[in-house]
């Protein structure tokens, strides 16, 4: 990919040595390595010291105890039993609205994720340029993430997509008669998606922040070599942000994968019509706090752990093609 | 680096201390000292339940000047999900308000205590009405206390089933008159004649009761068959298809509420609810006059009509203020100044004397007025509070409205779904 | 904002920008036009709260229209008659409170964290933050139970504690993992160079990384103020008395699933507390701006 070449070459002309060359000890010069990893393993737990507090107390603890409790029958009210894989086994084989769960999640989060991640990356791009009320329009974008999922936005939502709201009246004036989409069971998780892409302020500004930090004398020197916009965007923008890229797309496929609010909000809690919103921890929610089944609850955190830590494995394992670090050794 | 190590010991001892402390809830609420004691009552209700609760209680602290009580109330769902966590963490509050899906489910995991103790010395119920009372108890006991009363009743717009030519409802109508009328009204005005009300398995209870069944028997078993629910689903799907039932996309909302309600949203010219709501049907209904009646029946000795307690008190078991508990407990139930400012606020003042001076009030509002005028007059056809939800019953009245969605938008057949709540009532029922 | 900045991915930061040719007008005047009426489908429902915010009960769901039948400011004279025996700026200044620390703690222990993790090395690095990957994929309602009964073992239930401590212990693996983003695509060789100066890794995180890792304090700042602000799962498990009730707690108190929800004071105090919110935004959102492209990364 020349690209990615064009950058590394303006990116070493600019700043100095490759990164690479740094791993062939031509610095070792100026102190033992040995010794200063050694000090930089102390400053780094002393860095590191309120983070660990909290993994462990209020991470760690509460996750090895709640992955132990997905292994008994607890209820919230009684002392556990240990019950094995029973939770697991009913789960997989004897709750059909469990695959309902995941079948609703896995629609939810195919199409809300590359739709947030696309309006927030295009806003993003248009409003790095350099035009006049750049402030207002990014406050305007960010918006509707300020108002959170409270239970004004659900109501919002069901004016908006009932019955005779507005979207149907709209949409019977061209002809189009759907009647309402938050009360039928085919199109009730298509309003979910829209809430979900509706908020993409917080992809934007971790973008829009992405890139504000690529070197302003990069694109000088792609554009000194003739290279035009859309050359630019590809060369140097999108290499150069690919590391945030992957961060909003990993973080947003979890974000997605854990929706609640919105689904709880709008559908009062119960993942309706039918199980057309039940999302995953919608249901989590229903068998730990209504059930009181928390055994169960628990087992269903873990295979969602576990299938979002495989998910994640796979993402950072295709970054390596495509995520430039400019800090770093290597990809 | 030290540091480092004492935080970890730290963290580790902490850590242990948790996971030891997780599973074994043995505090409660901390002991007052010097004889000073303070209590914490919750309850879920709107502000106006509140601001009556809270005058109430302070009216109850002046009283009992070694008291303190701290009220703490929330919404429907994040008041039962905080008090889950709560009671979890063995910090439950002293007194605290339960509905009939969860009051079963409280007591059997023992969260409860029993009441009897203290039955007629500090706690008196002579004057609330045994049917309603009938409801607290479970297994012979005495564990909570009704907070108000409440009756089911057919809510329907007067004009519309007028200019319909439709039979105003009246004491001892069948359901196949309800049928008709229904139909007729929703031929005549374009407005289904009622709300679906297949939805909520409260209705489908009135209908077993009519037919000398219950929703759950001894042992917390199911009281029903899969046949049993086929005909209620069978009479809303003919008289659904017939015009006479709200639409699937107005039926889904139905929560109880004004708000998503099908006859306030003129998506229906009648409704089935409890009559607590009544108030705030009338606040929020435009263009019509509503009028409460009694609910159709099929037996000639059932009206179907139970004095139901919208919501009731209990004691947490390890409440260390169990005494003082009780005391606010029957001081909500029986003083009259408590009970003139709670009002309606929990349904009809399950006290009889307190009732009465409410109803009489100078002050009641026209919709407390309503209320009362509709007990009244079904006094007679009321009975019993209908038996008590086992544990699991919260989840069954859940699925119970997901799988009638599933038969209202034609995903599945009457009897397939009929079938399968059963199958899943009895699973969920059993692992409890 | 300086130009040079704002600027960097358009033609018009080339120097020598002299008289401004109309065609370039006409696609300014495109772009607004064309970004404008996104804009405004975008924000119709916010139009439709504020509105709605002015209408009386029955005309919330019943009229579609924004302008309403019968405006009425009877929602917010309520809203500041008090609510549940407290003033309404009460719960502003909880809110506030509990944003505000929340803020300060994620910017402080997230950024340390995430700079030990992006450049200090140190035995056990890649699996430790493997493992804070982890934690942003745990489902909170399955931790809530432990974690409740551990503030509630330390005595904090109904205090602010078990909502800001965790911010000060980098709970938010967010964060770090944003941070360590931000830190991976700052150039090594500042703190090389600084390292042959003979600075150790806390002055680097002080007087190097810090100030080059603005735009994501700042973003850090903006989202946990916002998401703080909105939090309502959390405030609503640890928080008992209303006198600790911080926004989205006071506004539940207007729904009543079973019975009448009192949309007009709902809808004015959801409007007003969209206010702090707006303000801090716009406060801020132009520090994203002052990227490290423009603050001496050059040289």
């Given at each position: 990919m020349t690209g990615s070449a064009t950058l590394r070459q303006t990116d070493g002309r600019d700043i100095g040595p490759a990164p690479a060359s740094k791993r062939d000890g031509r610095r070792s010069a100026v102190r033992s390595r040995a010794a200063r990893r050694r000090g930089e393993g102390r400053a780094a737990w002393l860095l590191l010291t309120p983070w660990a507090a909290g993994a462990l107390l209020l991470t760690l603890g509460p996750a090895l105890v709640s992955l132990y409790l997905s292994f008994t029958d607890y209820n919230l009210f009684n002392p556990p039993h240990w019950v094995g894989l029973r939770n697991y086994t009913t789960m997989f084989t004897n709750d059909p609205r469990y695959w309902d769960a995941v079948r609703v999640t896995a629609q939810y989060v195919v199409l809300v994720v590359p739709i947030k991640l696309a309006a927030a990356l295009g806003v993003a791009l248009l409003l790095n340029?350099?035009?006049?009320?750049l402030g207002f329009y990014r406050s305007a974008f960010y918006a509707p993430s300020l108002l959170g999922a409270s239970v004004a936005v659900a109501l919002v939502w069901r004016a908006l997509f009932s019955t005779g709201g507005t979207v149907d009246h709209l949409l019977s004036d061209i002809g189009v008669h759907t009647g309402g989409w938050i009360d039928q069971p085919q199109y009730a998780v298509y309003t979910l998606v829209l809430l979900g892409a509706w908020q993409f302020g917080a992809p934007m500004v971790i973008f829009l922040a992405g890139l504000k930090q690529i070197p302003a004398d990069l694109y000088e020197a792609a554009a000194i070599d003739g290279a035009g916009r859309l050359r630019r965007l590809w060369s140097v923008t999108l290499p150069l942000l690919s590391p945030v890229l992957l961060f909003n797309l990993v973080l947003e496929t979890i974000h997605a994968f854990q929706a609640f609010t919105g689904a709880f909000i709008v559908s009062g809690g119960r993942g309706g019509p039918g199980d057309s919103t039940l999302f995953y921890t919608l249901y989590l929610y229903q068998r730990g706090f209504t059930d009181f089944r928390m055994g169960y609850a628990s087992a269903m955190a873990w295979v969602l752990l576990l299938v979002l830590g495989v998910l994640t494995l796979l993402l950072f394992a295709t970054a390596r093609r495509w995520v430039f670090y400019a800090g770093q050794e290597r990809p | 680096m030290r540091l480092f190590r004492h935080v970890r010991r730290t963290a580790a001892v902490a850590l242990a201390l948790a996971l030891t402390g997780t599973m074994t809830t043995a505090c409660g609420s901390s002991a007052g000292s010097g004889g000073a004691v303070s209590l914490r009552f919750a309850w879920w209700g709107n502000a106006d339940r509140a601001k009556a609760t809270q005058a109430a209680v302070a009216l109850f602290e002046k009283d009992n000047p070694g008291i303190t009580v701290s009220t703490e109330y929330e919404s429907y769902d994040a008041y039962f999900q905080k008090l889950a966590t709560q009671v979890a963490g063995g910090d439950s509050p002293d007194l605290f308000q339960l509905d009939r899906a969860t009051l079963g489910e409280y007591q059997q995991k023992g969260v409860l205590r029993a009441l009897d103790p203290y039955l007629g010395t500090t706690l008196h119920t002579g004057s609330v009405p045994a049917i309603l009372l009938s409801a607290g108890k479970i297994d012979g006991k005495q564990y909570a206390i009704p907070g108000g009363q409440t009756t089911q009743m057919l809510l329907y717009d007067k004009t519309l089933w007028e200019r319909a030519g439709a039979a105003a409802p009246a004491a001892g109508w069948t359901w196949e008159q309800f049928a008709a009328a229904a139909e007729k009204v929703g031929k005549a005005t374009g407005v289904p004649g009622s709300t679906d009300f297949g939805w909520a398995i409260d209705w489908f209870e009135v209908w077993l009761a009519e037919h000398g069944k219950h929703l759950y028997g001894a042992n917390g078993t199911l009281g029903f068959t899969a046949a049993d629910l086929s005909s209620f689903w069978g009479m809303t799907a003919t008289i659904r298809a017939a015009d006479g039932l709200s639409k699937p996309s107005a039926t889904t909302?139905?929560?109880?509420s004004t708000a998503n309600s099908a006859l306030v949203t003129k998506q229906a010219a009648s409704e089935i609810n409890y009559d607590s709501n009544l108030t705030g049907y009338l606040a929020s209904y435009s263009g019509g006059t509503l009028a409460a009646a009694p609910l159709p029946t099929d037996s000639a000795s059932v009206s179907g009509l139970a004095a139901m307690p919208p919501v009731s008190f209990a004691v947490s078991q390890r409440s260390a203020h169990a005494d003082a508990a009780v005391k606010l407990l029957d001081f909500l139930t029986n003083d009259p100044s408590a009970g003139a400012l709670l009002g309606t606020t929990r349904g009809l003042p399950p006290n009889l004397s307190t009732r009465t001076s409410v109803c009489a009030s100078a002050t009641a509002s026209a919709g407390d007025k309503a209320v009362c005028g509709y007990e009244s007059t079904v006094s007679k056809l009321v009975g019993p509070s209908f038996g008590n939800w086992p544990t699991g019953a919260a989840a069954v009245k859940r699925d119970f409205q997901q799988i009638y969605d599933n038969v209202i938008f034609g995903k599945t057949s009457v009897s397939a779904a009929a079938a399968q709540l059963v199958s899943d009532a009895q699973q969920t029922l059993s692992q409890q | 904002m300086t130009a040079h900045t704002a600027d960097d991915a358009s033609p018009a930061s080339a120097p020598g920008r002299g008289a401004v040719p109309a065609t370039r007008v006409r696609r300014s005047l495109i772009w607004h036009v064309s970004t404008i009426v996104v804009v405004v489908v975008l924000l119709y429902p916010i139009g439709w709260l504020i509105s709605s915010s002015f209408k009386p009960a029955d005309e919330v769901l019943g009229n579609l229209s924004l302008w309403p039948r019968h405006a009425t400011t009877d929602g917010y004279r309520q809203v500041f008659s008090g609510i549940a025996g407290y003033s309404v700026w009460h719960y502003f200044g909880n809110s506030l409170l509990v944003s505000a620390g929340a803020v300060a703690g994620n910017v402080i222990s997230c950024s340390l964290a995430a700079y030990a993790f992006a450049r200090l090395h140190f035995r056990g690095r890649g699996p430790l933050l493997g493992f804070v990957i982890g934690t942003i994929m745990l489902p909170q309602h399955a931790v809530l139970i432990p974690q409740y009964i551990l503030f509630q073992k330390l005595g904090l239930v109904n205090t602010f504690w078990p909502l800001v401590l965790p911010k000060f212990l980098a709970v938010d693996a967010f964060f770090v993992f944003l941070m360590v983003q931000f830190i991976r695509t700052l150039p090594r060789e500042l703190d090389e160079a600084a390292t042959l100066d003979g600075c150790g890794p806390l002055r680097i995180y002080r007087y190097i990384v810090l100030p080059l890792l603005r735009p994501a304090l700042i973003t850090t700042a903006i989202l946990t103020f916002i998401w703080t602000w909105n939090d309502f799962f959390t405030q609503l498990v640890y928080l008992n008395d209303a006198s600790k009730f911080t926004l989205p707690l006071a506004l539940q108190i207007f729904i009543d699933q079973t019975g009448q929800s009192a949309y007009g004071p709902m809808l004015a105090l959801s409007v007003l507390a969209l206010v702090p919110i707006v303000l801090f935004f716009l406060a801020f959102q132009r520090f994203i701006l002052e990227g490290a492209a423009s603050s001496g990364l050059k040289g």
């Open positions: 340029r350099g035009r006049r009320g | 909302k139905m929560d109880g | -």
